[in-house]
């Protein structure tokens, strides 16, 4: 049995500096799990980056390393700022078949300068899943604080919580619990996409009282191919996001229809100006995917013409 640990910085590499702010310091051959490790585990240090810094295009190059990698071990950790997790995540579980050996992602809430930091335990709990035949043909997974999430429900639902994240439509789907590996449910996972060269740029817009969609136009300017409209409710757009939306569809732009609302999926219910007129206007209901991973859903499937297949993951 042989796992791999890619580093690629955020706070569980992380430690006070001079000023007392937190900044990325611990590189990934210092990073260490307890002393329990069940396995020898080859560390590589890929980046030492806050993951909120990360752009989209080294996100996708993060994603094309990881697969590369994971082919050589028989289970690959990767250590990641929490922040933006999810999108590392979530785009790798899109591009990544079924048979894939267990890749599990981990970060920390508490830097590694702190005597009770979280950083050491996630990381022996990443290694112990990804040695366990449990977990593999799972696809992608996500274990902070011992609850092991699918990479595709994976938000981050607290910004310091130990157990940051949670899974947006249902719950963990295993836990680790002084080294016991537990997995209860199996992910849905449809068909996914080829990992293509450059993801074109797909905007978030979200919704408020009173949104004339500003915003939309902007990003139609800055050369937006796609659309998230984070909407209210079940998927209602204010009087302007609604006329701006139907600007973006008549340019061409797909647009996804996500919530803003913490979880429960968008519906096309309404009309007079709700999610049943954006619907008919030729927008798609996201379900209850969130906005952060509707935005990479879209890119991918317009990078790889495979718009058609949105609805796969949609419904999943
Ligand atoms: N807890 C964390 O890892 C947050 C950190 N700011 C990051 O790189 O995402």
């Known amino acids: 049995m042989n796992v791999g640990l890619l580093t690629t910085g955020g706070t569980i590499a992380s430690a006070p500096g001079p000023d007392g702010t937190v900044g990325v310091a611990v590189a990934g051959r210092d990073l260490h799990g307890l002393d329990d490790w069940p396995v020898p585990v080859t560390v590589r ?16 190059d993060l994603v094309s390393t990881i697969r590369a990698e994971a082919a050589q071990y028989d289970g690959l950790v990767v250590t990641h700022g929490t922040d933006t997790l999810e999108e590392t995540a979530y785009l790798l579980d899109l591009v990544t078949p079924a048979d894939s050996v267990p890749v599990v992602l981990t970060g920390a809430q508490r830097h590694a300068g702190e005597r009770d930091g979280d950083g050491p335990r996630n990381l022996a709990d990443a290694v112990r899943i990804a040695a366990s035949p449990a977990a593999r043909g799972l696809g992608p997974l996500v274990v902070m604080d011992g609850r092991i999430h699918a990479a595709r429900q994976a938000v981050k639902a607290h910004t ?65 191919r796609g659309i998230v409209l984070e909407a209210l409710g079940a998927g209602n757009p204010t009087p302007g996001l609604l006329a701006e939306v139907r600007r973006c569809l008549s340019a061409g732009l797909p647009v996804l229809v996500t919530s803003r609302c913490v979880s429960g999926p968008t519906a096309a219910i309404y009309g007079h100006g709700g999610g049943a007129d954006l619907a008919a206007s030729g927008a798609l209901m996201a379900g209850s995917l969130p906005s952060s991973k509707a935005r990479l859903l879209l890119s991918i499937a317009l990078a790889t013409d495979a718009l058609p297949r949105l609805g796969d993951h949609l419904a999943a």
Do not use: K, M, N
């Open 45 to 60: 240090e890929v980046a030492l980056r806050h993951s909120f810094a990360l752009s989209l295009a080294e996100v996708r």
């Open 160 to 224: 310091l919580a130990l157990d940051a994240f949670a899974s947006f439509d249902g719950g963990p789907i295993g836990e680790v619990r002084r080294g016991s590996v537990r997995i209860w449910s199996s992910p849905v996972r449809p068909a996914g996409f080829d990992l293509a060269p450059v993801l074109p740029r797909v905007d978030v817009v979200t919704s408020y009282v009173g949104a004339d969609g500003v915003q939309l136009a902007a990003c139609r300017e800055a050369g937006a």
